[in-house]
């Protein structure tokens, strides 16, 4: 009996140290709703005033928290000392998503967007605020990109999610629309001009046509007559497409070679000096920037940036005429201008989700001097944030101690692959009340309550066995 009694204390006692240790963790969570203020448009490290308006397009996202409501979608003014000047909100134009944002030489913007199953194109006056012109692509379910070419008359468009339900194939493709004839005039598609396979890159096909998202073609840029730099960005690659003879002139990186590119976002064309072709892109699965020269038939990695200590996600990277560069740094919510060696010069907090930043009087795609050009060649770290949100600065999040933690073990490769996963993940699902690591301890907390619940049952197995078999009899 006193073996019994024993055995049943310790059980409790078992119970109560659970319990505790679930409560704990669960606390800090409780604390970040009853005390929390949301990071709203907010300025950061302003070391020297920027040259000109800012022009931040934030995709918005839908997550937990603040009623489950879906962020919304904005394209925002952002003055030289960091004030908001304007904010253009889409859910007041039916917009859902928010994508490429380009300055037009007549002060106005093209937006790009995607609003109930259908891709929009529009030009936008922000002194008036109002839409000077619309088009809408029916069908065309996802745009990340869409230029103005040939003095305004063209609209080339990056049309991604393209499954053809009837042909069972795959279309997504870049095309030219004549905005007088209202007519598609010009298309390439990649199933067409490409040796990638349906293993290749995401969903070649998919129960629902929308869902598959093979190529993930997130730009594409006119960089010269009759040339277009495209990013499909499942295939870790951009390349050039000649218009007339639709050959791909130029190609960097390649499929699942994670050491040049990882899922790339929004790559930026120039030349140097002497006319080598350079690439300045949003490394993004990597957290990192990269340039590349192309020297020869090879291409020469000549500057990185950042790594997952200093970015989450970036998905923009724009040199400008002054040598530094605009870098969009999305899952940590903000937008830096940066010098050669990683130094912020100019930083700005935007949530949720920033994806594309411009200086309104440099218009689309500045095109400044390229790192080799400045005598900047190596690989830097991102210094002088303000540090507003956790991953910036020098406060670190769960991903980035996690990383730090395992570095130089045995286990550093998965530690860093789960970390990376977990940062781009998390913010998704996170409550926007609740920190990163509060949000750790609540995901503990749940695998502890689980492993509660499952011990429970193993302990008392006989005890539901018998009252399951008496129940039965």
Known sequence: ??????????????????LVLIVSLLAPSAVSALTYEPTNLQKGTIDKPANGTTVISIQGFKFAGQSSGKKPARIVGVSPRGDVEWVHNGSNNGVTWFYDVDPLDNGNLLISGTAQGASTVYEWDPQEDEIVWSERFEGVHDTHDADLINDGEEILVANMRNYNTTSEENEDRIFVYDREDEEITWEWHFDDHTNWTEDQGGPYAAEEAPNSDWTHV????????????????????????????????????????????????????????????????????NDRVVEYAKRGDDWQRTWELGSNQDFNWPRDADRLPNGNTLVVDSNNQRVIEVNPEGEVVWEFYAPWAPYDVERMHLGDEPGGPTIADQDAEGSYDVSGSAGITPGTGERLTFSQWLSGAFAGTAV?????????????????????????????????????????????????????????????A
């Open 1 to 18: 009996m006193a073996t019994e009694k024993t055995r049943f204390s310790r059980a409790w006692l078992v119970r109560g140290m659970v």
């Open 218 to 285: 997130n730009d594409v840029d006119k960089i010269d007559d009759g040339q277009f730099l495209v990013s499909p960005r499942n295939m870790d690659q951009v390349m050039v497409i000649n218009r007339s003879t639709k050959e791909i002139d130029m190609r960097l990186g390649e499929d699942d070679n994670y050491d040049i590119m990882h899922e790339q976002h929004n790559p930026d064309y120039h030349e140097s000096e002497n006319g080598t072709p350079t690439i300045t892109v949003a490394d993004s699965e």
């Open 412 to 472: 550093e490769a998965p530690a860093d692959a789960f970390a990376n996963r977990w940062s781009k993940i998390a913010p998704w699902v996170r409550p926007v009340w609740m920190g990163p690591w509060d949000f750790v301890g609540v995901v503990v907390a749940a695998l502890v309550l689980v492993s509660w619940i499952l011990g429970e049952l193993v302990y008392n197995r006989k005890r539901i066995r018998n009252g399951v078999g008496r129940r039965l």
